[in-house]
């Protein structure tokens, strides 16, 4: 109901400058009613924008913010069109210094276009686009300040200067038709109606800009006259167009992507590149003045600096974004996908310097604390009935769960790596044998916690795990007496073990002189005899009979 209400008062309006038009003879009065209007139309504009900006989703927030900022700057230029019109009562000079206000005034609203709202875009394609877009906005005020300023400031000439400002600002209007166009022929639904909508209200107030500035040269022109008939008529439809923008707020975004951005970033190179020929044709041009050719050659030199740092900048942002790219990248390719654990690829890639860490830390030589490379293999107990009973997606909910309960219990130096389906290696570095029964025992409970079991789809499940492990280096006297893979073959052979005398327990295969019961005799790696420690959920224990085994 305020909606239409709105559009009704804005309608009214342009009812009663048609009016004023047809039945109030040229006179200040028709001038007061004519600006008044057109002040309270554009305000209107402005209020409408950014009322979309305040109650707009984030993903919209700064296009409609842009519009605003366009419309508020034709605000001031109105205010003042109306200061001499209506408080020194004489015409605007020509060249008006509140023509610059108009021209830039379509900056924001490219940039606003140029945001293409209506898709899903990242940060990061903002952040280059805000770039690209300073890169375009410096170089359209360059080409002001090359065509335009010169005839108004430099050497006043009202001719050049009403036909170079024509001239550029409808280029500047006919960019903004086309990008206005792109996005019509691109969308679909509201969206597709809602572009359409703003394509019909910048070409009618392109089309009566253009009429008015033509009228004005000729000094045909007066505040009132038919000439801005036009002119509010399009002021209307851009409220027209706001208040249809706040029916688009719950319009889902598109998942498509455009190719509009890729040839912003084009042009935004093209603009770099044109500042060389851009100077060279002012330093050849022997048709203007000394000064005009001075002054525009100061302003290319001036814009081609500035435009040198935002590339700077850019490359800048676009290392930084590579970089960032390539260490998610390597951490996927080292990062277990279901899990969040390390993957064999991480384990292959840093094995060798945690073993190389270990054998120095044993060498006769070394006078800091020797440390220890415990390899802790972990493997579920049944874990196939969970997924055989309850479906694979239970059992990736199971092996997540694990894997937050290993990490809870586990040092920040040590590494989690999924070995295989349901079988895990904790690599503990920087450790002591002497207490490696006891973080065995830390991992079974966190594992196979009585109190708290896995609880996914409404289903609770108590796993437990099973764990083999062993110390790199083998021998601490010789460090380099058994191979790593060797001993890794030994903490898997532990596993083995545990999985034999009941499940839900840890042993530790040990050189025979460090553990209790001697199994067998090995033919690798001078690896002649070794031991057993067994571990149960309650705690390390002397022999294997002792956890309840036969």
């Given at each position: 109901m305020r909606l239409k209400l709105w559009a009704a008062v804005v309608v009214l309006l342009t009812l009663a400058q048609i009016a004023a038009t047809v039945l109030v003879p040229r006179s200040f009065s028709l001038t007061l009613i004519n600006d008044s209007i057109e002040f309270l139309l554009i305000l209107s504009v402005l209020l409408v924008f950014s009322v979309n900006a305040s109650v707009s989703p984030r993903?919209?927030?700064?296009?409609w913010m842009l519009l605003a900022a366009c419309w508020g700057v034709t605000l001031v230029a109105q205010a003042m069109w109306m200061y001499f019109d209506l408080v020194?009562?004489?015409?605007?000079?020509?060249?008006?210094?509140?023509?610059?206000?108009?021209?830039?005034?379509?900056?924001?609203?490219?940039?606003?276009?140029?945001?293409?709202?209506?898709?899903?875009?990242?940060?990061?394609?903002?952040?280059?686009?805000?770039?690209?877009?300073?890169?375009?906005?410096?170089?359209?005020?360059?080409?002001?300040?090359?065509?335009?300023?010169?005839?108004?400031?430099?050497?006043?000439?009202e001719a050049k200067y009403g036909s170079n400002y024509n001239r550029l600002n409808g280029l500047l209007d006919i960019v903004l038709l086309l990008t206005l166009g792109f996005?019509?022929?691109?969308?679909?639904?509201r969206q597709k109606w809602f572009y359409a909508s703003f394509f019909g209200a910048q070409l009618l107030i392109t089309v009566s800009g253009y009429v008015a500035n033509q009228a004005i040269e000729k000094h045909v022109y007066y505040a009132g006259s038919w000439y801005d008939v036009p002119?509010?008529?399009?002021?209307?439809?851009f409220t027209v167009v706001g208040l249809f923008g706040?029916?688009?707020?719950?319009?889902?975004?598109?998942?498509?992507?455009?190719?509009?951005?890729?040839?912003?970033?084009?042009?935004?190179?093209?603009?770099?590149?044109?500042?060389?020929?851009?100077g060279a044709w002012a330093a050849l041009n022997r048709t203007a003045p000394s000064q005009v050719t001075q002054f525009r050659e100061l302003v290319t030199l001036g814009t081609m600096l500035a435009m040198a740092l935002l590339v700077f900048a850019k490359q800048r942002q676009l290392r930084t974004k590579l970089a960032k790219a390539n260490q998610v990248l390597q951490e996927a390719s080292v990062t277990d996908?279901?899990?969040?654990?390390?993957?064999?690829?991480?384990?292959?890639t840093t094995i060798s310097g945690d073993a190389n860490q270990a054998l120095r830390s044993h060498a006769p030589t070394q006078e800091l604390r020797v440390s220890d490379l415990i390899f802790y293999m972990v493997d579920l107990d049944d874990f196939k009935e969970v997924n055989d009973r309850y479906g694979h997606s239970v059992g990736d909910e199971v092996l997540r769960e694990v894997t937050r309960r290993i990490n809870a219990v586990?040092?920040?130096s040590d590494v989690l790596v999924r070995w295989g389906g349901d079988e895990f290696l904790i690599v503990s570095r920087y450790s002591n044998r002497a207490e490696a029964a006891t973080f065995a025992s830390r991992i079974l409970t966190a594992v196979g916690n009585p109190e708290a079991g896995v609880a996914t789809a409404g289903i609770e499940i108590r796993q437990t795990c099973s764990?083999?492990?062993?110390?790199?280096?083998?021998?601490?006297?010789?460090?380099?007496?058994?191979?790593?893979?060797?001993?890794?073959?030994?903490?898997?052979?532990?596993?083995?073990?545990a999985k034999t005398f009941g499940k839900n327990r840890a042993i530790g295969i040990l050189p025979a002189n460090q553990g209790t019961t001697l199994l067998f005799a090995s033919a690798g790696d001078r690896v002649s005899t070794y031991s057993v420690q067994t571990v149960c959920a309650e705690g390390p224990s002397e022999s294997l009979k002792s956890c309840g085994d036969s």
């Open positions: 993903k919209t927030r700064l296009f020194l009562r004489k015409e605007a000079p020509n060249p008006f210094v509140g023509d610059i206000l108009l021209f830039l005034s379509n900056i924001p609203f490219l940039a606003a276009l140029l945001l293409q709202p209506h898709l899903n875009s990242d940060e990061n394609h903002k952040a280059e686009g805000s770039v690209d877009f300073l890169l375009l906005l410096l170089w359209w005020l360059n080409l002001y300040l090359f065509f335009v300023i010169p005839w108004q400031y430099v050497v006043l000439d996005l019509w022929s691109r969308t679909f639904g002119y509010s008529v399009a002021l209307a439809s706040l029916t688009l707020a719950s319009a889902p975004a598109a998942s498509q992507k455009s190719k509009l951005p890729v040839h912003v970033t084009r042009l935004g190179m093209l603009a770099v590149l044109s500042l060389p020929v851009i996908p279901l899990t969040g654990a390390r993957n064999r690829r991480f384990f292959d586990i040092r920040s764990i083999g492990w062993a110390a790199f280096p083998w021998y601490p006297g010789e460090p380099n007496a058994v191979s790593l893979e060797a001993v890794l073959g030994l903490a898997d052979r532990g596993v083995y073990e």
